[in-house]
């Protein structure tokens, strides 16, 4: 079945940093998706980007749908310590159904102060 | 605005026996679904539930099964257990329908498997 690789599986970084991290696919979305998982929570929505080349800001956050339709980027600027979690990526395949939307393993981020 | 509700957060179960899991979404949210989240395989769809039908269902045996109630409320059961289906299993709801990946989850509820 279709796979999205997530990388990189987990990061450390000061405060301060930038972040950036990136999902790839074979297959082609049409719809890309970025989750926040905080300990104890389920994952919560950062930003959806819907058209081929858009790029979207939520904040210190900003995501970019890539122009192949088979990958996309987060990058989180200025990281602060409340920015920890695990950030998953999601693609969803043309035909809509929460059933052909893929989640990346996810890229765990630490953030030192 | 309560969120999505789970219910029970954390259980513990023995193998060959069997759970319910229960999920209240958002207040006008119709559209559930179930995830299975492990650290091995990540988040692995269950099913999608939309006006008390299944729309999809994922890649799990009969063991795994769903039901959604007319209020919108959802269940979730798994038979038999095994020691394999120790995971945290997420409950999302959509307020756009079910063709939507803009999911709301809650908080999970956290099966161990002895």
């Known amino acids: 079945g279709q796979q999205l690789n997530q990388s990189p599986q987990s990061m450390f970084i000061q405060e301060g940093e930038d972040v950036s991290m990136n999902c790839t696919s074979s297959?082609?979305?049409?719809?890309w998706l970025w989750y926040k998982q905080e300990p104890g929570e389920g994952p919560v929505l950062l930003i959806a980007l819907y058209k081929a080349g858009e790029l979207t800001s939520n904040g210190r956050l900003t995501a970019q749908f890539g122009i192949t339709r088979k990958d996309s980027f987060l990058n989180i600027s200025a990281s602060i310590p409340s920015d920890v979690g695990i950030y998953f990526c999601a693609g969803q395949l043309y035909g809509g159904s929460q059933g052909n939307l893929i989640f990346g393993k996810g890229t765990k981020l630490s953030v030192k102060p | 605005k309560a969120g999505v509700t789970q219910t029970p957060r954390y259980l513990i179960k023995t193998r060959g026996q069997q759970v319910t899991l229960s999920c209240s979404p958002i207040?006008?949210?119709?559209?559930v679904s179930w995830y299975q989240q492990t650290p091995g395989q990540g988040l692995q769809f269950l099913f999608e539930?939309?006006?008390?039908?299944?729309?999809n269902k994922g890649n799990f045996p009969g063991r795994f099964s769903g039901r959604q109630f007319s209020n919108s409320r959802s269940e979730m059961n798994v038979s038999t257990l095994e020691l394999g289906d120790s995971a945290l299993y997420l409950c999302a709801s959509t307020l756009r329908g079910p063709t939507t990946g803009e999911l709301f989850f809650g908080e999970g509820s956290r099966l161990t498997v002895l």
């Open positions: 297959s082609i979305f049409n719809t």
């Open positions: 207040s006008g949210h119709r559209s």
């Open positions: 539930y939309f006006s008390e039908t299944q729309r």
